[in-house]
């Protein structure tokens, strides 16, 4: 069986047979069926309630005379996020900005909560930025068909044709479809493996040089993967912002 941290301990201890019991009327068999819930689930938990906990405590103190640390800390995320995606985006890029920002704060966290004994980054299990970049998937493709509707589905056809005969343009309509197709599933998979692997790498050198040398050179490592930890986290979100951009141009 696999080793569980603490906190998986807790949540398998208090919801593995309602779990289980779900599992298998979804007629999906559980390995281990006294431990269901898995390390890379439970930190998603956990950092899902830590950011809960942190926002309700944020709204609770909102001030426009006196804001707290908390609240700059917070609009400057907003600042940042709302400003990456003007940039890409358009003027109308105030609409997506929650969404870009929780996701770069949910990547970040969980990226980051490895570097802390006891837990693990949950990105560094493929399973959780495949979610991620489901997510985004769905996010992007719901946004172009809310700002186009059907058109929207002219996208994936290829540019617009305008004074080509009518043969050539369905001769390359159809050469454009699945390869449009298979390009924005192949989004899902370089959002993921991305992500992943990265994070993966970074939480495995720190662990082997941790364990060889205890003192002094795992904090040049530390600090390298907080770098990583960020880097990856905007770029995943950059990635998303490009793809609600090309998803809600005007051509579309």
Known sequence: MP??????????????????????????????????????????????????????????????????????????????????SQDIVGHHSEQYTSFFAILFIFILICNLIGLIPGFESPTGVASVPLGCAICAFIYYHAQGFKHSGVKYLLHFFGPPMEGMPLVARIALAALMLPIEIISHFARLLSLTVRLWANIFAGDLITLVFFSMIPIGIPILFSGLHILVAVLQAYVFMLLTIIYVSGAVAEEH
Do not use: C, D
């Not at 298998?24 to 809960?52: C, D, G, T, W």
């Open 3 to 84: 080793e569980q941290l603490w906190f998986t301990k807790i949540l398998n201890g208090l919801f593995a047979s309602p779990v289980t019991a779900f599992l298998r009327a979804l007629h999906i068999a559980p390995k281990y069926p006294s431990q269901p819930i898995p390390n890379s689930l439970a930190m998603e938990l956990l950092v899902f309630f830590f950011l809960l906990a942190v926002f309700l405590i944020l709204r609770s103190r909102l001030s426009v005379e006196s804001p707290g640390g908390l609240q700059h800390a917070f609009e400057g995320i907003e600042g940042f996020v709302l400003g990456q």
